[in-house]
């Protein structure tokens, strides 16, 4: 039972961001440029106890985006929202809660909307600088599966589901290396105002369910790359930072959220038009 219901959580995220594409397609009368690509990126989760680190989760994730470029006042006010669904299963090397090793699988799956509003300096066809700052939203379900801990016991594994909701802001830049060739680059920060991580421990049979407030910390992100013809390709780091959260007590026990970083390092391949 708890499989089916997470793969409806699934489901539902799929086509909520999926259905973001109609929504996102350029009107006729604005210029502007549309950009869809695959995305392979190496993901880092780790989480920390007092400086101790309590578990680390690595592997690879693949994703698939669509972004549009929107260009208004001569081409100067740019509006570039963007849609990302990704997914993937990691490894797992952590601990019980009794602090007993354990080795085991996390699959990921969720995705992101983001939107920026910029300021053209220059022009595509020599040199540009642009300024920029928006919004996002990352959803997504972290499914930490069953294993068999160091001492032989069993570890049940349940899924947390998580929403963040953050500020971002920061520069691009293009150059052009041809007629038909540029180089682009960005580099901005983020900062999420509201967060918040649900254990669905009632799927697992560990008690109620509980939703935890992860605190609030910034984090990084950048991208260079170069667009030839209709192709673009470009190496990125994005990251997400979250302090520990509050006690909640479900019953006689409390939980909470540890502080916790998130680093991803990626490579986008896809055609722009």
């Known amino acids: 039972m708890r499989d ?11 086509l909520a961001l999926v259905s973001c594409f109609g929504i996102m397609m350029p009107a006729p009368s604005h210029a502007g440029e549309a950009n869809a690509y695959l995305a392979l990126e190496w993901f880092e989760w780790k989480e920390f106890n007092n400086g101790t680190q309590l578990l680390k989760e690595t592997g690879p994730r693949y994703g698939l985006g669509f972004s549009y470029t929107f260009e208004f006042l001569k081409q100067h006010l740019i509006l570039k929202p963007k849609v990302e669904i990704f997914g993937g299963e990691v490894d797992y090397d952590g601990q019980t809660q009794a602090g007993v090793p354990v080795k085991t699988d996390t699959t990921y799956f969720g995705g992101k909307l983001e939107a920026d509003l910029g300021w053209r300096f220059g022009s595509l066809q020599s040199t540009s600088l642009e300024p920029f700052a928006g919004l996002g939203f990352r959803a997504w379900l972290r499914d ?41 680059a960005e580099v901005g920060g983020k900062f999420p105002f509201y967060n918040e991580n649900t254990a669905y421990l009632s799927d697992a049979g560990l008690g109620s369910d509980v939703t935890l407030k992860p605190g609030n910390r910034p984090s990084l992100f950048a991208e260079i790359g170069m667009k030839y013809k209709l192709v673009k390709a470009s190496l990125y780091y994005d990251s997400m930072r979250f302090s520990k959260s509050d006690v909640v007590y479900s019953g006689s026990i409390g939980y909470l959220q540890p502080k916790s970083d998130a680093d991803m390092y990626g490579i986008k391949i896809g055609v722009a038009f």
Request: hydrophobic content about 45%; cysteine-free.
């Open 4 to 14: 089916l219901i997470t793969v409806r959580r699934y489901l539902i995220i799929a």
């Open 144 to 184: 930490i599966q069953n294993a068999t801990a160091s001492n032989g016991t069993q570890a049940i594994g349940y899924t947390e589901e998580w929403i963040t909701v953050y500020l971002r802001a920061g520069l691009r830049g293009d150059i052009a290396v041809g007629e038909k060739a540029r180089l682009f």
